[in-house]
């Protein structure tokens, strides 16, 4: 990327929740959906990560302007949006493929995310478990995946877990969200 647009990628469960609250963030030019992290050869599928047995983790790809909104603020939101002490879990999503994990797309980004980790370690009662890892490879997920939440508001995965971080979101972030 070019200019001040920058790259995150991130995961913390299901890519539907963390898409759908990074389109509202004040600064995000384009969220996209796909899987990062895994060791199988060649593009996931969904039902190949699903499976566990890639080793891809669902996350997100999030293209930024860093003169509006900085890494940082892209990671504490990120952070204080799921639970970050859970191993391999977000709710009811159990598997790998739900852990909490950044990639850094370089030591910059990783040094911000330790100082993040570390800074919000604080809030938790138990220890956060997300990855800091560095991004190697990013597979966008099919297009169905993509704005999710935004196509499919009442669908019931939208309805009981998507819709209440939402709201949370837009309580705990408020002076981040797009006008």
């Known amino acids: 990327m070019s200019g001040n647009i920058q790259l ?3 995961g913390g469960g299901c890519f539907w929740c963390t898409e759908a609250i990074f389109h509202e963030v004040r600064g995000v030019e384009n969220v996209v ?3 990062s992290g895994g060791l199988a050869p060649g593009h996931p599928t969904y039902r190949e990560v699903c499976s566990g047995l890639t080793g891809h983790a669902e996350v ?3 293209a930024f302007d860093s003169n509006v909104i ?3 603020d ?3 939101i990120f952070m204080t949006t799921h639970d970050p002490t859970t191993l391999n879990r977000q709710g009811a999503d159990k598997g790998t493929q739900y852990r909490s994990v950044i990639f850094y797309h370089d030591e910059i980004q990783k040094e ?3 100082k993040v980790i570390d800074d919000l370690s604080g809030l938790y009662d138990n ?3 997300t990855e800091v890892k560095p991004l190697e490879r990013f597979y966008e997920a099919e297009g169905y995946h993509q704005e999710y939440y935004n196509n499919n508001p009442s669908q019931g995965y939208c309805n009981y877990v998507i819709t209440p971080k939402l709201t949370k979101f837009r309580k705990m972030h408020h002076s981040k969200l797009k006008p």
Do not use: N, R
């Open 33 to 35: 959906s796909g899987y």
């Open 70 to 72: 900085s890494f940082e």
């Open 127 to 129: 220890k956060i478990v």
């Open 60 to 62: 997100v790809q999030i």
């Open 74 to 76: 892209i990671l504490i």
């Open 112 to 114: 911000i995310a330790d």
């Open 8 to 10: 995150a990628t991130v």
